[in-house]
């Protein structure tokens, strides 16, 4: 992945996990800080209130956001997508979120889906901030 001037990054999190984004997002809030991140509805509203940064809100998951980052996604506006689902609670919206997760495959977009792959992503992409490519 070729490294953009800043990084755009999009933040999901389903209801069991939203502590664990707040966590992850006060761990790399220097990185963070640096990136133009968009965020479904609660989840934004949450790390916003967590960590102080600067998220755009877009709709709950369940009322379209999953699909307006998708739309994102589809026309080179999302560098990365952090989606840390709940693999043991069945979601209303599932096909949204398997369109959301199949456009990351389609567009060649990272996708963490888990709290480990979340961590090697961002860090990553920090050192890949320094340091280039």
């Known amino acids: 992945m070729a490294k953009p001037l800043v990084y755009r990054i999009a933040l999901i999190a ?4 939203k502590a664990d984004i707040e966590s992850l997002c006060k761990d790399f809030l ?3 800080e640096t990136c133009k991140l968009c965020a479904t509805g609660t989840t934004g509203s949450r790390i916003m209130r967590a960590t102080g940064l600067k998220i755009e809100r877009l709709l709950s998951g369940p ?3 999953d699909l307006q980052i998708g739309a994102r996604l589809a026309s080179g506006r999302i560098d990365a997508v952090i989606f840390l689902r709940d693999p043991m609670t069945a979601q209303p919206h599932e096909p949204d979120i398997n369109a959301l997760v199949r456009a990351c495959d389609v567009h060649n977009v990272p996708c963490a889906t ?3 792959s979340a961590q090697v992503m961002l ?4 050192w890949l901030a320094i ?3």
Request: avoid cysteine.
């Open 123 to 126: 860090q990553t992409l920090s």
């Open 14 to 17: 389903h209801d069991a996990k």
């Open 114 to 116: 888990n709290l480990a």
């Open 30 to 32: 220097g990185f963070l």
């Open 131 to 133: 340091f280039g490519d």
């Open 63 to 65: 009322m379209g956001g």
